[in-house]
């Protein structure tokens, strides 16, 4: 099955500093997707993105699908921004399942 | 409008026992998926109910079943509970799983499971 893996799996910031998240995937996609797992254990849909390139306020994402990997680009980050991203996709022709990498875990520190 | 509700938000069993947790999708949505997050890990698919049929399983024991009913609520029953039962079970829904972008998945808040 399709595989996922998340760079780096730990980051440690300041407030206020810039960040990039990788996510690299071993086969064509039909699904992808960017969540922010809280502290409580909720997923935060932050970007549905199996190509191309959105923003939204100080994220934004980039899906190369030909090259297999998509970037999640966090600017100016704020203590709220902690907690657990996850990289999630689907293959195309295959199972409608997410399957999840394991996460990049974010601290960022007042 | 409502998200993706789960009941209950905890529960704690005993080894042996049986548990039903519950999950109602997204007003209009008909595809739900079920999802186990031990600590440490990312979710692992477990599920997924289109239409009120089984689209796909995971690699769980036959200990895990779960249906969705007519208005496209599911439940996901675990029997003979074991202690590496313990975990996040997540539920997702989504419009059609077969068409972009109508594919997003949306999670519930969870059911924590403890098994003592």
């Known amino acids: 099955g399709i595989q996922v893996e998340q760079s780096p799996p730990d980051l440690i910031l300041q407030e206020g500093a810039n960040s990039t998240l990788r996510c690299n995937f071993s086969?064509?996609?039909?699904?992808l997707q960017w969540f922010h797992q809280n502290p409580w254990g909720q997923l935060i849909n932050l970007f549905y993105?199996?190509?191309g390139t959105k923003q939204n306020g100080r994220l934004s994402a980039t899906t190369v699908a030909t090259e297999r990997y998509s970037l999640l680009y966090i600017s100016s980050s704020q203590t709220t921004d902690s907690g657990v991203y996850f990289c999630?996709?689907?293959?195309?022709?295959?199972?409608?399942?997410?399957?999840f990498g394991k996460g990049t875990k974010l601290t960022v520190n007042p | 409008d409502a998200g993706v509700t789960q009941s209950p938000t905890h529960l704690i069993k005993t080894r042996g026992q049986h548990v039903t947790l519950r999950c109602s999708p997204i007003?209009?949505?008909?595809?739900v998926s079920w999802y186990q997050q031990v600590l440490g890990q990312g979710p692992q698919f477990i599920f997924q109910?289109?239409?009120?049929?089984?689209?796909g399983r995971g690699n769980f024991p036959d200990r895990f079943s779960a249906r969705q009913f007519p208005n496209y609520s599911s439940e996901l029953n675990v029997n003979a509970l074991l202690l590496g039962d313990s975990a996040l079970y997540l539920c997702?829904?989504?419009?059609?799983?077969?068409?972009?972008?109508?594919?997003?998945?949306?999670f519930g808040p969870g059911t924590r499971l403890t098994v003592l």
């Open positions: 997702a829904s989504s419009l059609d799983p077969h068409l972009r972008p109508y594919n997003e998945q949306f």
């Open positions: 086969d064509s996609v039909n699904n």
């Open positions: 993105i199996p190509s």
């Open positions: 999630a996709v689907n293959s195309q022709g295959g199972s409608e399942k997410l399957v």
């Open positions: 007003s209009g949505h008909k595809s």
């Open positions: 109910y289109y239409e009120k049929e089984e689209r």
